[in-house]
């Protein structure tokens, strides 16, 4: 089955920096590649996703990059602020055949960042 | 719109109790996935439903299992609860049927096992 690394683990950044996580999947089938804010006792908000047909995609902020003979992709958070702050995820989904889509989210363990102010 | 809706929010069982726990999707949305998410774990895939059949199961015991009614509301029941059992269970959303992959979780039901 599909596995998906992430680092790092905890990434420390002063308010303005910016901050890189990176992941890495092994199944070349997936092709969607979403990743998730969870803040302290909420659930999993989607912020940005990527396809495999595309290899950048940015939101303000925000932008993912995906390498698909490498098989990793990134999330790149510039000019970070305090309410940043909150574990990441990063996700691999394959979709499989035909008219509907069923899959499953293969997740990364997670990345504890934190703006300092 | 109402974003995915779980209930209850909290709850405490002891072991060998069963628990069930209720998800409502999003409206329009008709499957429904539960995930496991434990500080050692990680977030686990449990089941995907979709039209009231369960589409896809990952690697859990039979000991969890779950329904999706024709409103496309999903239920999921651990029996013989273990203390291992003890975790945030989430549950998310999409349309499916088509192109869209994007989930859309919920706040979480975060069970306690005594």
Request: proline share 4%.
């Amino acid at each position: 089955g599909e596995n998906v690394e992430q680092h790092p683990s905890t990434l420390s950044v002063q308010e303005g920096d910016s901050a890189v996580i990176k992941c890495t999947y092994s199944d070349s089938a997936s092709n969607y590649f979403p990743w998730y804010k969870q803040e302290l006792g909420k659930g999993p908000q989607l912020i940005i996703d990527i396809r495999s047909n595309v290899g950048e995609k940015k939101d303000q902020r925000i932008a993912v990059t995906l390498n698909k003979t490498a098989k990793h992709f990134s999330l790149h958070i510039t000019e970070t602020q305090p309410e940043d702050s909150a574990v990441y995820f990063c996700a691999a989904f394959y979709h499989g055949a035909g008219g509907t889509s069923y899959g499953k989210l293969t997740f990364g363990q997670g990345t504890i960042l934190t703006v300092h102010p | 719109k109402a974003g995915v809706t779980q209930t209850p929010r909290y709850l405490i069982k002891t072991r060998g109790q069963q628990v069930t726990l209720s998800c409502s999707p999003i409206s329009g949305h008709r499957s429904v996935s539960w995930y496991q998410q434990t500080p050692g774990q990680g977030l686990q895939f449990l089941f995907e439903y979709f039209s009231e059949t369960q589409r896809n199961k990952g690697n859990f015991p039979g000991r969890f299992s779950g329904r999706q009614f024709s409103n496309s509301r999903s239920e999921m029941n651990v029996s013989t609860l273990e203390l291992g059992d003890s975790a945030l269970y989430l549950c998310a959303s999409r349309l499916a049927g088509g192109s869209t992959g994007e989930l859309f979780f919920g706040e979480g039901s975060r069970l306690t096992v005594l």
